[in-house]
């Protein structure tokens, strides 16, 4: 049987919670829901077309970019935010000590990236991280220190820190 | 008022809806549909009806058929998927074109199906199928047909796909010989092709296939340039001369039409594809002489 959802009245998985969307509009992406109507602010929208990563999340742990999902067809999908990992991950705290972070507006994208990327491989080396995060656009930085803090997390993993 | 999104779990459901729905829009990876519907450009309709192709469990097969020497790839296969095994040996020159497009984010959404039926000239994939000999499977209530992928698109954004029927799976020789693809953009990652090439040499049957993508209104095979370099190929000892390597960037070039617009001039386009269908032949036919 066909499941067809209703697209106003539809419930996400965000975060591990069952969350009710109400009076979504037709066409409406997951990243305005995510913003508008659940109040997880912490995926950006910018560019709105898959340029700037700044609104990637997890979609049943794929990165994707949250403003490219259509809200009503994730109805069966687990979405993870930059909300999801606590704010206290390695990855996080490596951005912070490195420096990784100025303004913070692409942050969140880039912490969803790096953590994404080193659940697919252990050990990336630099052209690896560069191309894992190539869907990230930083403004501030120049990327060396977002790079840095990446390789840290990696080193810190070889060690036996997790 | 209720908008639907349909979520179908068979290729049958699919055809059924396609058949009873007077109005659907199909949505694959979004990553074409999407941008339109956020930047206002596109609009879901109160009678149109939104199919997500994600849960048809054959749009995401990747089979092989050694016995045809055949890949076929489910048309909702995403790129990601098609950078690593079977297709990375078997049609490399796809491998090579998925991992120029976008970004990882991308990658992991957007579809070969999708590629095709957005009908963009400088669709990435397209331009890898097409040098490939690649037919693209179109279903519909009516019946199954199979159309050359480069035949798909008939100008941008225009394609021969009816409004009830879909892409449902891409086939493609396995070709024993040398492939590659090459694309130029204003940057080194997350761009459009201002041109790309992808050239096909076959040891099976000593002829090739290049295809040009960004050059005119759809991708496009260059059949003159494939025919004279499949002739003055020296298939025994993987060799061409220099005149004839450059009868072909003039063959390549002759046929591209491109327009000038804001990634590229029209003049520049001609010349890269000229220049890019010379290096994919004299790469290919080095690396064929080095592995004899």
């Not at chain 1, 050990?123 to 190539?134: G, S, V, Y």
């Not at chain 2, 059924?16 to 074409?32: F, H, I, Q, W, Y």
């Not at chain 2, 201002?194 to 099976?204: E, K, T």
Request: hydrophobic share 40%.
């Amino acid at each position: 049987m066909t499941n067809i959802h209703d697209e106003r009245h539809f419930e996400l998985t965000v975060n591990g919670e069952r969350r009710q969307v109400v009076d979504g509009y037709p066409g409406e992406s997951l990243l305005t829901v995510l913003r508008d109507r659940l109040g997880l602010t912490g995926a950006k929208g910018a560019c709105e077309e898959g340029e700037c990563g700044s609104c990637s999340v997890l979609l049943d742990g794929n990165l994707v970019c949250s403003c490219l999902v259509l809200a009503a067809s994730a109805t069966q999908s687990s979405v993870v935010t930059i909300e999801g990992l606590g704010g206290s991950t390695d990855v996080q705290t490596a951005f912070v000590e490195c420096g990784a972070i100025q303004c913070g507006f692409c942050t969140p994208g880039l912490i969803m990236a790096a953590t994404n990327l080193l659940e697919r491989s252990t050990e990336p080396q630099t052209d690896e991280i560069r191309e894992a995060l190539a869907g990230n656009l930083c403004r501030c930085t120049g990327y060396g220190r977002i790079v840095e803090a990446v390789q840290t997390v990696v080193v810190q993993r070889s060690q036996g820190a997790s | 008022m209720c908008v639907p999104v349909a979520h179908p779990q068979s290729i049958e459901q699919l055809t059924a809806l396609l058949r009873d729905e007077p109005k659907t829009v199909l949505l694959a990876g979004g990553t074409d549909l999407m941008v339109a519907l956020n930047h206002g450009s596109q609009r879901i309709g109160p009678d149109e009806l939104v199919v997500s192709l994600k849960e048809v469990p054959e749009l995401s097969i990747i089979e092989v058929d050694h016995v045809q020497r055949l890949l076929r790839i489910g048309a909702g296969v995403n790129w990601d998927e098609l950078l690593g095994a079977p297709v990375d040996t078997l049609a490399p020159c796809l491998t090579q074109a998925a991992r120029t497009v976008g970004s990882h984010q991308i990658r992991t959404a957007g579809t070969i199906g999708g590629n095709i039926a957005t009908a963009s000239p400088a669709g990435d994939g397209v331009c890898a199928l097409v040098a490939l000999g690649a037919v693209a499977v179109l279903t519909s209530p009516e019946g199954q047909r199979r159309v050359a992928v480069e035949d798909v698109a008939t100008g941008p954004k225009r394609s021969v796909l009816a409004n009830d029927e879909f892409i449902e799976s891409i086939e493609m020789p396995i070709v024993d010989g040398w492939q590659g693809y090459s694309k130029i953009g204003t940057r080194n990652a997350m761009v459009i092709s201002v041109a790309g090439v992808a050239v096909v040499l076959s040891a099976d049957s000593n002829s090739c296939r290049i295809a040009l993508g960004s050059v005119g209104p759809t991708v496009m095979l260059a059949d003159n340039a494939s025919t004279f370099a499949g002739d003055s190929i020296d298939w025994t000892n993987k060799e061409i001369s220099a005149d004839s390597l450059e009868r072909i960037s003039e063959l390549v070039r002759q046929v591209a039409s491109p327009i000038d617009d804001h990634r590229s001039t029209a003049t520049y386009r001609s010349h890269s594809v000229g220049v890019l269908a010379r290096r994919l032949i004299e790469r290919g036919l080095q690396e064929m002489r080095n592995s004899i």
